[in-house]
């Protein structure tokens, strides 16, 4: 009788705010009327009379409206409200912005329809992202901004959402409430969902973006980045304009000097993602001999050690004597045990580590000291000690970006270790 009585009282609410928005439209039209046809003096009149009328509807429409999200709780009912156009209703009301607590009531409700599918593609298909671009643009009503950048993140996870929130023309107003810290961690969790496609990474640098999380993750004096800041950092570097601007003015010095004080392997991974910038790979010179020392001496911390390994991997195509970096930093006892046929270390180890050897095999020098060292027998003896593990480090190739063109380095290590090598 309740699940009645509800459905009842949605088709009577909705009829009401229907009415009213008709009522709305038909006064705006009116209005224009008196303003081309009235003085002045009769035109305030009409003016006032308007703003009296509009503020006593969008009360009774507020009350409405906060009865409809109430019984909408009930799925049935929420149901009955998407197919009664609830959804459309909700977006009309949103142009009515010089009136932020009723935003608030609607994008509230928005929020809470977006989490379902059908409704989010119809709010796709009525150009939701248009008309939120200008509360973010526009909008200094805290509240109202928070709700709506939740709204938004709930959004993102569409493909298209997402693009229309990269191109819509916020970006550059969502990366100013970075620092706001109210918005900043919702902010920070929707400017990753952007910068997760690579299409959209080119944006930021328009933007300042890189300046302000630059400054965030290098004056926080925590051991640890909270992970939306990082993550989003991790997924700018992938780009070699962002890249560079992270660079600029000792930035990647400064990041290293982090990630060594801290053991930390999220900047770290940071800063893997710049080294596999050709235009950038020589900047990382001066830093070969603390990352290789760095794997030597960090053999318990697995994370950190991978993404060492993984960016002296980058450094493919630079004149560096690996041979002496190798003899230097030791660096033979840890690469050995790690390839043993007994699987002394994980896959992405594994992987990173193959991916160095063809990095240093490149230098002849090297090529010939780790054939003399036995470790194109162990490369060998890995393969044939489970072919499937063959397959899984193509499987892992393929999935870690950015890695294509180590494959053309790890052949060409074999061909260099086969020179120097007889069987």
Known sequence: MAA????????????????????????????????????????????AKFEMLKKKQEQLMRVTLYLLLNISEDEKVEVKMHNKGVVNLLITLLDRRDNPDLLMLVVSFLKKLSVHKENKDQMKQLNIIEKLAKLVTESKHEDLMNLTLRLLLNLSFDTDLRQGIAKSGMLSALVQLIGNEYQHVTVLLLLYQISVEDRFKPLFTSTDCIPIVMRLLLENPQEKVELELIALCINLACNVKNAKLICDNKGLKLLM?????????????????????????????????????????????DDFVIECIGILGNMSGLEIDWALVIQKCDLMPFIDSKLTSSGGAEDDMLLEIVILIGTMATDADCAKLMADLGIIHKLIELLNYDWCWAVELLLLQKKLQRQQQHIVDEVHSFEQLHGVISF
């Open 4 to 47: 009645v009585n509800n459905r009842n009282e949605v088709i009577i609410k909705m009829r009401i705010v229907e009415t009213e928005i008709a009522k709305f439209e038909q006064w705006k039209l009116d209005l224009e009327k008196k303003r081309s046809s009235s003085k002045q003096k009769d035109l305030d009149k009409v003016m």
């Open 257 to 301: 000097k982090r990630a060594f004080k801290f053991k930390d392997n999220y900047v770290l991974k940071m800063i893997r993602n710049i080294s596999q910038h050709s235009s950038l790979k020589h900047l990382f010179v001066d830093y070969v001999g603390d990352l290789a020392k760095a794997i030597k001496n960090n053999n318990n911390e």
